[in-house]
């Protein structure tokens, strides 16, 4: 079995910061893209920025220049460090890995519970 558990959510004010971690739990041999995606009430959850094995990034194009998404494969954990934080990033912040590899198996497209972001103006 193979969980993802994020942390590091809260409460800033406009222009604070918060970094977000994201663990992966198991017997876990590698994992493949992890990345952050985020949603609001009503809406669809959206990506916010993905880290491959090889360390190339992607970020949507709200957050370019503010995030800055890292992983450590020796903990099997990603990072988010969100600078410059706007209202509109108020959400809740989930953590995906598309493939975690075991001794045993494959999981594919696993998701963490989330960890509420909220941003004061």
């Known amino acids: 079995q193979v969980q993802l558990v994020e942390s590091g959510g809260g409460l800033v004010q406009t222009g604070g910061s918060l970094r977000l971690s994201c663990a992966a739990s198991?017997?876990?041999?590698?994992?493949?893209?992890m990345g952050w995606y985020r949603q609001t009430p009503g809406n669809q959850r959206e990506l916010v920025a993905t880290?491959?094995?090889?360390?190339?990034?992607y970020y949507a194009d709200s957050v370019k220049g503010r995030f800055s998404i890292s992983r450590d494969n020796t903990k099997n954990t990603v990072y988010l460090q969100m600078n410059s934080l706007k209202p509109e990033d108020t959400a809740v912040y989930f953590c995906?890995?598309?493939?975690?590899?075991?001794?045993?198996?494959?999981?594919?497209?696993?998701w963490g519970r989330g960890t509420q972001v909220t941003v004061s103006s």
């Open positions: 880290v491959a094995g090889d360390g190339s990034t």
């Open positions: 995906n890995a598309d493939r975690v590899y075991t001794p045993r198996t494959m999981y594919s497209d696993t």
């Open positions: 198991g017997n876990i041999f590698s994992i493949g893209t």
